[in-house]
């Protein structure tokens, strides 16, 4: 049984993010309203039961359904939820920017696009990240005798990132994006061993594979998705989601991975607590090894420490 992430109802936590989130695995009927609900949110808050029903194509029972799938409970309280998301919305600045890229878009608004969606990224994933799982992740983490981590594609860059953060603090970590080595270094996994599965859709075929072979084998199976429902779920003891919205030119890899190194930052970050003292002392040695190969003084102002044995 795995522990989903789930979306904890929090002032920060939207309404649309868990809609688009939860899409995938919801009944085409469901589905149909989902889409009216995320085509036009505003005018959703103001309208009634029957009237979504009629353009969804389906009966005020089906809303129903899909208010309680999406964890609102109740058509009015969805309407609540969507007026104030909308309102939040509205307070910022460039709305706007939060429109597709086209293809006739000059640099200047591709900029600001791209700033604009990477940003909004980033504060869903964390409006919407369950802490509480997170925590048991961090903890399996900092305890494990070996991480495996496994992602391809834009993922396979994420997970090479967290395999160089558990190193810089000391931590065996290994990240894998060739499936053949994934399978092999999944099926010597054993019981203390923690396997994480990057996989933005939560339907790559490779890292699901992996990460079934590695809970066969005892180890704990970590899943980071856009979509917890996905069938990376299935195979995941945790899952950790993000909330990223692809535009036009940016499929699989750009906002995606973005929402993914947020969630790997807080990750890195809760496990050098749990090994503060070695954490902090493996940072030095890492950042001296290196330090000799940069030029200039170093951003504290202390010596390196090749001049300092000058």
Same mark, same amino acid.
């Given at each position: 049984m795995?522990?989903?992430?789930?979306?904890p109802e929090t002032a920060e936590s939207s309404p649309l993010v868990r809609i688009r989130s939860l899409l995938p695995g919801l009944a085409r009927a469901e589905q149909r309203v989902a889409k009216v609900v995320l085509s036009d949110p505003a005018s959703v808050a103001h309208r009634s039961i029957t009237e979504v029903a009629e353009e969804a194509g389906t009966s005020e029972t089906t809303v129903t359904r899909f208010c309680k799938a999406i964890g609102v409970?109740?058509?009015p309280e969805l309407r609540?939820?969507? /007026?104030?998301?909308?309102a939040r919305?509205?307070?910022r600045a460039d709305r706007d920017l939060g429109s597709d890229i086209e293809p006739g878009d000059d640099l200047n608004r591709v900029v600001g696009k791209v700033a604009f969606a990477d940003a909004r990224a980033v504060e869903e994933t964390a409006g919407q990240l369950d802490v509480t799982v997170l925590d048991r992740v961090v903890r399996v983490v900092a305890e494990a005798r070996r991480v495996d981590v496994y992602g391809v594609g834009a993922s396979a860059f994420v997970a090479l990132d967290l395999q160089q953060k558990l190193h810089r603090i000391g931590l065996t970590c290994f990240a894998w994006n060739d499936t053949h080595i994934a399978l092999t270094s999944a099926a010597v996994l054993r019981p203390g061993d923690v396997a994480v599965g990057i996989s933005h859709t939560g339907s790559t075929a490779e890292t699901v594979e992996a990460l079934r072979v590695a809970r066969e084998r005892g180890a704990t199976t970590v /899943?980071?998705?856009?979509f917890p429902r996905s069938p990376i779920s299935e195979?995941?003891?945790?899952?950790l989601t993000t909330a990223a919205r692809e535009t036009t030119f940016r499929s699989g890899a750009m906002a995606s991975r973005i929402a993914q190194l947020t969630v790997i930052d807080c990750l890195f970050i809760g496990v050098a607590q749990k090994h503060l003292d070695t954490a902090r002392a493996a940072l030095e040695s890492t950042y001296n090894a290196v330090s000799g190969h940069r030029l200039g003084p170093r951003p504290d102002g202390?010596?390196?420490?090749?001049?300092?044995?000058?």
């Open positions: 795995s522990t989903q992430s789930g979306h409970g109740g058509y609540i939820a969507l /007026a104030a998301d909308t919305s509205a307070a /899943a980071l998705t856009n195979v995941a003891d945790h899952v202390r010596r390196r420490p090749r001049e300092a044995g000058q």
